[in-house]
């Protein structure tokens, strides 16, 4: 396939992500030397390679769970020389691990965002000094549950995060 811009591409393989029920983030980049534009982009499964064995402090708390998994599902565009299009240069499907499941493909960072409606409705619940947490237990209550929200409690906290930090000093 020929993509006019890297980011067509990129979007490309996120969709195709989101319909096999698989999270995907960006890997590496080469870039010519001519020029310095990006000639090789590698977009991974999330679940790709293996995480360093962090250094484990005596004051440490909480484990962080096992993410990645040597999965060598991946996709990489190249750059067109006589052009400025972006080409598949490999694609390699095969998983190894179980792909999401349909009951949580609602998890996955592609199925997740906020609309309008969700900032509109944790602003409300922020003026009526509703946290976050407590605005997406509500918002769950109308939906009808966890599977219809498409959104998660950190969406949630990073939003109103985002929000107070812009009102920050002024009188709000």
Known sequence: MKFDTLQQGISFYENYARVSD??????????RKSDRKISL???????????????????CKKKRPITRMGCN?????????????????????GHTHPLTTPNSAHHIKQSRNLTLAHKKYIMDNSRAN???????????E??????????????FKN?????????RGKDA
């Open 22 to 31: 698989f999270d995907t983030r960006l890997y590496s980049t080469k870039k």
């Open 41 to 59: 982009k590698y977009c991974v499964c999330n679940k790709e390679g293996f995480r360093e064995t962090p250094r484990l402090q005596p004051n």
């Open 73 to 93: 599902a991946r996709i990489t565009l190249k750059l067109i020389n006589d052009q400025d299009n972006y080409v598949i240069f490999s694609f390699y499907e």
């Open 130 to 140: 509703i946290g976050a947490i407590k605005s997406y237990k509500l918002m769950k």
């Open 142 to 155: 109308h939906v009808g549950g966890y599977q219809n929200m498409a959104t998660s409690v950190t969406d």
């Open 159 to 167: 939003f109103q995060r985002d929000i107070r930090k812009h009102i």
